[in-house]
């Protein structure tokens, strides 16, 4: 019995992360591999477009800020996108309450801005 309870929490526990994306500029791009895909701290000094917004979210507490992050590069590499500037990095915690114990829960969210270099078009 202990063991089938094991299964059924790290099936639970495995994670998955939903990745939100608000289109800024409607053109088509290739994809790109996401290891093409620079990772910016801070806008970058030369022209570029912002053709979108990303937005991932933890959906268990054992989703790292890295799963998150990795999430949205692998979404700016399927719009064309050459570089994500990661913004800030958020955690809410909940209280889950049982009959034996009460565990804290941290989920975590990520946003940031997908960039293709160049000058914007008008």
């Known amino acids: ?35 093409s ?8 000094p030369q022209p570029h477009t912002v053709i979108a917004v990303i937005e991932s979210k933890g959906e268990s507490a054992f989703d790292s800020f890295d799963d998150l992050r990795d999430a949205m590069i692998a979404e700016a590499a399927k719009l064309g996108g050459e570089a994500v500037i990661l913004g800030p990095e958020s955690t809410k915690t909940s209280f889950i309450i049982t009959a034996t114990a009460m565990i804290k ?16 078009t008008p």
Not at 3 to 25: F, K, R, Y
Not at 37 to 44: A, H, W
């Open 37 to 44: 895909v620079q990772v910016l701290l801070e806008k970058p």
């Open 105 to 120: 829960s941290d989920r975590r969210s990520m946003t940031g801005e997908v960039i293709v270099y160049g000058a914007t």
């Open 1 to 35: 019995m202990r063991q089938w309870l094991g299964v059924c929490i790290g099936v639970l526990a495995a994670g998955c992360i939903n990745t939100s994306v608000q289109l800024l500029d409607h053109a088509v791009r290739p994809a790109r591999s996401p290891d």
